[in-house]
């Protein structure tokens, strides 16, 4: 999994892929804009699996009053998806959450 987050002042650029076994299998791209309060924020993308079409999708979420962790709820895969994040020592720790299913990743920043 590759991420990459640009952007200034309220608005920001993010990307997703994810490769398996060296073919890229699902790719995100999405605008977040934070609202005036700095702590809400809402989401406009699209999601593309490799043999899937393009699918729009917006989501709302928040960001608590230490700046450090963030939770969102997004449609995917057409049922409801929320994702937490956490800032670590290590990276960024992820954990996302359906209906059918649950997982944790712990993304790495890059060295460069």
Do not use: K, N
């Amino acid at each position: 999994m590759q991420t990459t987050l640009e952007g200034e002042g309220r608005s920001f650029r993010h990307t997703t892929r994810v490769r398996v076994w060296g073919l890229e299998s699902f790719t995100t791209e999405e605008r977040i804009e934070l609202a005036d309060d700095g702590r809400s924020l809402r989401m406009t993308g699209v999601q593309t699996p490799r043999f899937g079409r393009p699918e729009r999708y917006e989501a709302s979420g928040s960001i608590d009053e230490t700046a450090t962790r963030a939770t969102y709820e997004i449609t995917w895969l057409g049922c409801s998806l929320v994702q937490r994040t956490r800032i670590v020592p290590e990276g960024l720790e992820l954990t996302q959450d359906t209906a059918w299913s649950h997982a944790e990743v712990l993304l790495r920043r890059a060295v460069e």
